[in-house]
């Protein structure tokens, strides 16, 4: 199952468990703790108090109360004192013992905030890292959706020279489509003017014969390759199983067997791109296998840009690309 981020509110999610970036008294504080103990109410106080603390990288769980979930799973991050006190490895502890903590509790939707990158001083960008990499270490193993929320967008800093990068190629991208736009704003103007000379005489194009279809009913009986059948081939070609592709791409199972059981399925744009960067699909066959889904990419949409400038760059992080996104503001891959 994959993992989502969201930029909101943590209290205002309705997942079944909500994680409380708290200190080790679990008795309240400010940022992410403050504002869970305001939203749930007093009551989450009261149980606290009988929990006797936490240990760092450790997680207990109270009620949700107020909130919009069952249960509030509390852990205390590391302070971040310049990484060479084990911060990792604790971070690290943060996530996996609160995972395993809802897993226990039947959790099928959990949110996590940035833990320890407020007061506690944790660099954003790296415990952004250790997040997106214990939490997908976690979902090889066991089918659950997480959700990584990123309260303020500074916390999603991807590198600086990526960003610098993306840019720099969407504005490539938009220049050559705006100086294409205006060529062809241009033209009649010329024309009018009766300023010929820059026009050679059209050519004659032939149209290629259209195919010949005895009827209406032979013409849709013969259709190309789908895309729940060129998906399939490919993960075939590619060596890897179909849990392989599906986790990679980050999509749900259940999204997964619907493609795979209807052989017109048509996925979203998003989720057509997500398989085609698990896949590892060159530019022109990601062209071919959104065609088949009915989309196209081009220059008209900076999203689409951005996924064109990993695939040509080779790379195909589906989580690199979904920060990517994400700081361009864009729609993220995946389900
Ligand atoms: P810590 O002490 O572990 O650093 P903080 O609460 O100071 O915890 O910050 C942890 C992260 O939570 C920060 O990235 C902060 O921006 C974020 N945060 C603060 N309030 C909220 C909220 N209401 N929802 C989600 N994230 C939040």
Redesign the pocket.
Known sequence: MPIEFIR????RLHVDAIVN?A?STLLG?????G??HAAAGPKLLEECRKLGGCETGEAKATKGYKLHCKYVIHTV?PVWTGGKRGEKALLESCYKNSLLLAKSLGCETVAF??????????P?EE?LSVAVDTVKSFLDVCDMTVYI?I??KA?FRIGEKLVRDIKEYIDDRYADEHFNARAEHMRPFKANRHDFADYAAPKEVKAAPPPSFASLKDAVSQLDESFSEMLLRKIDEEGMTDVECYKKANIDRKLFSKIRSDRLYKPSKQTAIAFAIALRLSLDETKELLMKAGFALSHSSRFDIIIEYFIVHGNYNIFEINEALFEFDQCLLGA
């Open positions: 909101d509110d943590i209290t970036a200190n504080g400010g940022g992410v703790d504002a869970i991050g905030p940035l833990i320890s990158s407020g007061v506690y001083g944790y954003k415990a929320v309260f303020d916390s």
